[in-house]
């Protein structure tokens, strides 16, 4: 079992910043790849960003491209997504995910741990 717990989301204006965080416990932190998804209100859950297990590699939904910076720290069992520009359209609630994957791809569905999530609200 991989628990993980997101940290770092709130009330922000539009073209403000935001740094989330994601801790995890309970397995070897660098053996996952791991990613951010959102969900907004009366939406599916989507993907947003990824990073494989070793930071190599890094995968952006394409509405985020240019904002949204995803980074991991293996020695601290934590991953970050630093949000900059947002826009209301950001607005969800975020979720970390993990992945048993051990590659330099990054697997954008499929992962099998998911924290509680993390409001993020954009105002405009």
Not at 18 to 44: H, I, N, V
Request: contains cysteine.
């Amino acid at each position: 079992q991989v628990q993980l717990v997101e940290a770092g989301g709130g009330l922000v204006q539009a073209g403000g910043s935001l740094r989330l965080s994601c801790a995890a416990s309970g397995r070897t932190f660098s053996d996952y790849a791991m990613g951010w998804f959102r969900q907004a209100p009366g939406k599916e859950r989507e993907f947003v960003v990824g990073i494989n297990w070793s930071g190599s590699s890094t995968r952006h939904a394409d509405s985020v491209k240019g904002r949204f910076t995803i980074s991991r720290d293996n020695a601290k069992n934590t991953m970050y997504l630093q949000m900059n520009s947002l826009k209301p359209e950001d607005t969800a609630v975020y979720y970390c995910g993990a992945r048993y994957y051990r590659s330099n791809y990054v697997p954008v569905q499929n992962y099998d741990y998911w924290g509680p999530g993390t409001q993020v609200s954009v105002s405009s």
